[in-house]
């Protein structure tokens, strides 16, 4: 069985910063792309930043350029460095990625982690 747990989630005032984390664990075999997405109360959930290897990133617009996005690969970890934090990067922030166990291949989820963003 395939677990991601994620931590790291928070308060933090406008312009702070905040470093999340989330590993893969259990029975793994190979870890492919790993990511972020977020979703605020009311809205769909969108895309942050994916790591389709440790050299291949992607990120949102509304987030390039203040977050950063890394991995770990012998921990089957990635990394979401937060900085210059506004009150509409509140959210819940769930990790995702694309895992293959012995006998499968499939995405999965995190349990989400709250960051909001308040003075």
């Known amino acids: 069985q395939v677990q991601l747990v994620e931590s790291g989630g928070g308060l933090v005032q406008p312009g702070g910063s905040l470093r999340l984390s989330c590993a893969a664990v259990?029975?793994?075999?190979?870890?492919?792309?790993m990511g972020w997405y977020r979703q605020a109360p009311g809205k769909q959930r969108e895309l942050v930043a994916i790591s389709a290897s440790s050299v291949s990133t992607t990120y949102s617009d509304s987030v390039k350029g203040r977050f950063t996005i890394s991995r770990d690969n012998a921990k089957n970890t990635v990394y979401l460095q937060m900085n210059s934090l506004k009150p509409e990067d509140t959210a819940v922030y769930y990790c995702?990625?694309?895992?293959?166990?012995?006998?499968?291949?499939?995405?999965?989820w995190g349990q989400g982690t709250q960051v909001t963003v308040s003075s």
């Open positions: 995702k990625s694309t895992i293959a166990t012995i006998t499968t291949v499939g995405d999965y």
């Open positions: 259990g029975s793994t075999f190979s870890v492919y792309a």
